[in-house]
């Protein structure tokens, strides 16, 4: 997969960076998306509520420190880029390599069902 093989992923949120996220790539959202009917912010990691800026997203249009953190987040260590993807993981993307925990689900929701 190219997400596996770049150093860093950069874009506005998708589906797709989330899965980078989750695999534990380095990432930089922007959570450019903005206040619809449905929601009152769809910012990065919606609906959990974040700062308008950190490490690795920046939820304005203002991109007069895109340079400076794009910079940052190529710099970063691996060691210390793990402690944010540990601290953010479970809160925006948790990676389940093979699906299992869905299999598990289905495997007990199908047991109850037929048997």
Not at 72 to 94: C, L
């Amino acid at each position: 997969m190219y997400l596996d093989k770049s150093e860093l992923n950069i874009g506005c949120e998708s589906t797709l960076l989330y899965e980078a996220f989750g695999r534990g790539k380095k990432t930089y959202f922007f959570g450019i998306r903005g206040k619809n009917k449905l929601s009152k912010s769809r910012n990065f990691a919606w609906p959990l509520v974040t700062k308008k800026k950190g490490l690795f997203w920046n939820n304005s249009m203002n991109f007069d420190t895109l340079e400076k953190d794009l910079d940052s987040m190529i710099k970063i260590s691996k060691k210390n880029w793990r402690k944010y993807f540990i601290k953010y993981r479970d809160k925006v993307m948790k990676f389940d390599s093979g699906n299992k925990e869905i299999k598990k689900y289905l495997n007990k929701t199908i047991f109850f069902t037929n048997g």
